[in-house]
């Protein structure tokens, strides 16, 4: 990994940022961080009550704040939200402190991940879960896109597999 010491993992909610990044962790001995856990573990309160209360641009700002923190840490694996790459500050932070992995999943995909999951404030919505996930994917994907270092699609791939993927990718750089 050459200079760059932190991996972050980006992409749309349901492409498994979370799981990834937790088994890389224990893989790589680095520590692991959830952007989306560290709101709700500072707050005290889950991201649909933050999003209730303070709308999605009070959730942005926590978002903002946190992973303003987070990345100034070395060594670490972070998974971000999924829209945290919307701020041009985010996007700038992110590949400018370490490895940008972007995990790409297909929208059919997601909403087979995401259908069950009631902690996804963005789809706890009255609108179909599937028009926000296309519509998201329109938004965010050449974001995505313009700042990975690695894209891996992780449709039809194991945890494992993917892991290795990364490690593999990682000594290539």
């Given at each position: 990994m050459i200079d760059k010491k932190n991996i972050f993992l980006i992409g749309p909610m349901g492409a498994?940022?979370?799981t990834i990044g937790k088994y890389l962790s224990q893989k790589l001995n680095m520590d692991f961080f959830d952007s989306d856990e560290e709101i709700e573990k500072r707050s005290g309160a889950d991201l649909s009550w933050i999003f209730d209360l303070e709308g999605e641009e009070g959730?942005?700002?926590r978002e903002n704040k946190i992973i303003k923190e987070l990345t100034e840490k070395e060594k670490i694996i972070?998974?971000?939200g999924g829209g945290s790459i919307q701020s041009k500050e985010i996007r700038n932070r992110l590949s400018s402190r370490g490895i940008v992995v972007y995990l790409h999943t297909s929208i059919k995909k997601q909403i087979l991940?995401?259908?069950h999951n009631k902690k996804r404030p963005l789809l706890?919505?009255?609108i179909h879960a599937d028009e926000i996930i296309?519509?998201?994917a329109v938004e965010r994907n050449p974001l995505y896109q313009e700042i990975a270092d690695i894209t891996l699609y992780t449709d039809n791939q194991s945890v494992k597999i993917i892991t290795n993927q990364i490690i593999k990718l990682?000594?290539?750089i």
């Open positions: 498994g940022k979370s959730f942005r700002k972070l998974a971000t991940r995401t259908k706890n919505q009255n296309k519509k998201l990682l000594s290539d």
